[in-house]
């Protein structure tokens, strides 16, 4: 069972992050990115024994679109994704694809080496890997009798 430390402003941080969000969908009264807008794509956190493991959603996207920055514990996630123009002599009914500006952040634990980051993007899921400090990572401590 992993041990969980309690930040009781996690939840706030979450709270804004949520909030943000919303209003960079909704800024510009539309609820379509074929504009160009920005989107928010969808990122699972995972944390390892080693580290934290972000799996970020950018399908579609080249590698070359792709900036990840960090500066002062904030991890920046931020590229485009450029619309293919397909002319097939028929009419587009439709579409529901995001493209655009693209733009992530996240707040990192002071526990992180921010020099050993990497990252790698396959089969549209850019996975980015944040090793732990070793002093941050769990120890057992063995208890002597007497």
């Known amino acids: 069972m992993a041990i969980v430390r309690w930040r009781p402003m996690r939840h706030l ?29 969808s990122t699972d956190v995972s944390e390892t024994e080693d580290g934290l493991i972000l799996s970020v959603e950018l399908p579609g996207m080249k590698k070359e679109d792709m900036k990840i920055t960090v ?13 293919i123009k397909e002319e097939k002599g028929g009419n587009c009914f439709r579409v529901e694809r995001s493209y655009g500006a693209v733009s992530r952040f996240f707040m990192l634990p002071s526990a992180v080496l921010a020099e050993q980051i990497k990252a790698n993007y396959e089969d549209g ?22």
């Open 13 to 41: 941080f979450n709270l804004e992050n949520q909030i943000e969000r919303m209003f960079e969908r909704f800024s510009d009264n539309s609820f379509n990115h074929e504009d160009g807008g920005i989107w928010s794509p």
């Open 71 to 83: 500066e002062d514990n904030l991890l920046a996630i931020q590229g485009e994704k450029r619309q």
């Open 125 to 146: 899921v850019l996975k980015v890997v944040l090793p732990k400090v070793q002093a941050a990572k769990p120890k057992e401590i063995a208890v002597k009798v007497g």
